[in-house]
């Protein structure tokens, strides 16, 4: 029965374990503390282990006496699952029932602690097992090591090291967390102190350390002290494996030495190492970077050949380049590509492409990609924000305002970021004094009533914020008054609660379009605080307004509004009689 339930157990099988158990005792065969063991074991091993405990328990009740044997997997499991608590108190469990937890008990503990960081319970129970008599080994002090590394306690798992140093002959996988951590502290110091140490002691690192240190060497592009290391390696009878390979490949690229990285490729051939898809991926996009895309696609059409399959990062290091030579064509090609081949993209491909489309300024090609991301859950407001940027740098207002209606149908709001991208892009373009056509068009035309009342305010928040031109805003207030008269004085509001001063021209549009509501007392108040605010229109500007009221039909508010500028000394008496304005419409863009 034992080996039948531990071979259903080692398969995930946990209900015939459990059938064959109870099958135990029907057939009057009660289970021995190994059956305990078995059970109590496989069920940690399959992610049971708050199971395992249930049963422990129940077997205790039945008089079984368990023994470190049957806890310290229990404890390794607990740990294993991130339940240190559990751990714990399994650990206590334990000693009250007189059961001496043994070094391994110990070591899951102190290991599981130190893996997410919890230093300190960890330590407690580093001293707990040396009160205990037992002596700590390589484990203990790696999990110790690599929980101080970790934590940035460098000083802490030093005084470890050499602590081990003192008693134990170590093994190199506990110099790999610290050469790590120095590695990203770029203390080379003190990785040639740890790597001399090692070579002192007699410790000859293996390909894996080496690989360690080459992939950060290289990463940070120390080419000249990789290839040093490699000799080194070579004097010690070992030689690079593809990891190693790929490390260099890489590196290369990065300082963009092409024709070595090249070079390396063929040497790896000619070794009888086959360079796998990481390599290729380096070294295509190595090519891409240095803006040599041709000899990346031929790179690329080799590893078809040798049947290499590309991966999502393959493809999104060809795309990218096609994007930056201004290929988006060949970059949309490329993608369609990618998903006949069932690559799945992911928001890397999606980013690249869409900085693709915002510097062509091609609007199918981005309305096609925006469909896309939507589709497979990319659609994000950044990734349109770059696109509705690429539009308005061109210049492009009517593409700009064709894909923001689109972005809104598919409920995807702007927000502040978007319309300082418009703002930015216009300014680049040399129009930002025609930002206002976009904001009113989003405001006015198409949009539904909740997408409008969302970007007035918006809108009205950048205002606050003092992010949009003061340019901007008043050409944006001229155009309201004609459409829609209520965004205007919204907008004049705002300005007036920064502290911002509006045009002339702008208040004399909303002194015309209250008029042509009859809201006289709203005009008068406008007056009164343009007098205020020491804004003077001149008398040309005045008189067009007047004239346009009059010629409309606004008698009583022409008269009204007339014997208010006179109050306030911007027209002379005789102007009232006067016909025609002496200067022509471009009077009123006078400030």
């Known amino acids: 029965f034992n080996?039948?339930?531990?071979?259903?157990l080692r398969q995930h099988n946990k209900e015939e374990a459990f059938w064959l158990l109870n099958e135990m005792r029907k057939d009057g065969m009660s289970p021995n503390v190994y059956t305990c063991s078995i059970m109590i074991n496989g069920l940690c091993?399959?992610?049971e282990s708050e199971t395992a405990d249930g049963l422990l328990e129940q077997m205790v009740a039945e008089g079984i006496k368990p023994n470190a044997f049957v806890y310290a997997p229990l404890i390794s499991g607990y740990c294993r699952e991130g339940k240190f608590?559990?751990?714990?108190?399994?650990?206590?469990?334990?000693?009250?029932?007189n059961v001496m937890p043994d070094l391994y008990c110990y070591n899951s503990l102190i290991i599981g602690l130190s893996k997410v960081g919890k230093m300190e319970e960890a330590i407690e129970y580093y001293d707990q097992m040396l009160k205990q008599g037992l002596r700590p080994n390589e484990f203990t002090y790696d999990g110790l090591i690599h929980g101080y590394s970790m934590t940035g306690n460098l000083e802490k798992a030093e005084?470890?090291?050499?602590?081990?140093?003192?008693?134990?002959?170590?093994?190199?996988?506990?110099?790999?967390?610290?050469?790590?951590?120095?590695?990203?502290?770029?203390?080379?110091?003190?990785?040639?102190?740890?790597?001399?140490?090692?070579l002192d002691r007699g410790v000859i690192p293996d390909n894996r350390l080496y690989?360690?240190?080459?992939?950060?060497?290289?990463?940070?592009?120390?080419?000249?002290?990789?290839?040093?290391?490699?000799?080194?390696?070579?004097?010690?009878?070992?030689?690079?494996?593809?990891?190693?390979?790929?490390?260099?490949?890489?590196?290369?690229?990065?300082t963009a030495d092409m024709e070595k990285a090249v070079g390396l490729l063929d040497e790896m051939v000619k070794k009888g190492l086959e360079p796998g898809?990481?390599?290729?991926?380096?070294?295509?996009?190595?090519?891409?970077?240095?803006?040599?895309?041709?000899?990346?696609?031929?790179?690329?059409?080799?590893?078809?050949?040798?049947?290499?399959?590309?991966?999502?990062?393959?493809?999104t290091s060809l795309i990218d380049g096609y994007c930056k030579a201004g290929e988006i064509h060949d970059a949309i090609g490329l993608y369609q590509e990618m998903l006949e081949r069932g690559v799945i993209p992911d928001a890397f491909v999606y980013s690249v492409l869409t900085s693709g489309c915002s510097n062509s300024g091609d609007l199918q090609q981005a309305l096609f990609i925006t469909e896309e991301?939507?589709?497979?859950?990319?659609?994000?407001?950044?990734?349109?924000?770059?696109?509705?940027?690429?539009f308005c740098k061109r210049g492009k207002l009517q593409e700009t305002v064709e894909f923001l209606h689109v972005m809104m149908d598919k409920n995807i709001m702007p927000n502040v970021r978007t319309i300082e991208k418009i703002v930015k892009g216009l300014d680049e373009a040399g129009k930002l004094s025609e930002a206002h056509t976009i904001f009113v068009e989003l405001q006015q035309k198409k949009a539904s009533q909740r997408e409008t009342d969302h970007l007035s305010s918006l809108?009205?928040?950048?205002?606050?914020?003092?992010?949009?031109?003061?340019?901007?805003?008043?050409?944006?207030?001229?155009?309201?008054?004609?459409?829609?008269?209520?965004?205007?004085?919204?907008?004049?509001?705002?300005?007036?609660?920064?502290?911002?001063?509006?045009?002339?021209?702008?208040?004399?549009?909303?002194l015309d379009g209250l008029c042509r509501k009859s809201k006289l007392t709203e005009a008068f108040n406008l007056l009164k605080e343009m007098e205020e605010m020491g804004i003077c229109p001149s008398e040309d500007q005045c008189m067009i307004l007047l004239n346009n009221l009059h010629s409309s039909g606004f008698i009583q508010e022409y008269n009204k509004v007339f014997d208010t500028m006179l109050g306030y000394k911007w027209l002379q008496k005789k102007s009232k009689f006067c016909n025609s304005v002496g200067n022509s419409q471009e009077a009123v863009n006078a400030e």
Do not use: W
């Open 3 to 8: 080996h039948l339930i531990e071979g259903h």
């Open 45 to 47: 091993q399959i992610g």
């Open 85 to 97: 608590s559990l751990a714990c108190e399994a650990l206590k469990k334990m000693t009250s029932s």
């Open 159 to 198: 005084q470890l090291l050499h602590q081990m140093l003192n008693r134990l002959k170590p093994k190199d996988f506990i110099y790999a967390h610290l050469l790590e951590v120095y590695f990203k502290s770029d203390n080379l110091e003190k990785v040639s102190s740890i790597l001399q140490s090692m």
């Open 211 to 254: 690989g360690i240190v080459i992939h950060n060497l290289s990463r940070s592009g120390q080419m000249q002290a990789a290839f040093r290391v490699i000799s080194v390696m070579e004097k010690n009878g070992l030689a690079p494996d593809l990891h190693i390979y790929s490390s260099l490949i890489s590196g290369l690229c990065k």
């Open 277 to 315: 898809i990481v390599c290729y991926n380096a070294l295509i996009d190595g090519l891409c970077k240095s803006d040599n895309i041709s000899h990346a696609r031929t790179v690329f059409n080799s590893m078809l050949i040798k049947g290499l399959l590309p991966n999502c990062v393959t493809y």
């Open 373 to 390: 991301m939507v589709l497979r859950g990319y659609g994000s407001i950044s990734s349109f924000d770059t696109l509705v940027h690429g």
């Open 459 to 510: 809108f009205t928040d950048m205002i606050n914020q003092g992010l949009v031109p003061l340019d901007v805003i008043n050409n944006t207030i001229q155009s309201h008054c004609k459409g829609d008269l209520d965004k205007a004085l919204m907008l004049h509001d705002a300005l007036l609660a920064e502290g911002a001063l509006m045009g002339c021209t702008s208040y004399l549009a909303l």
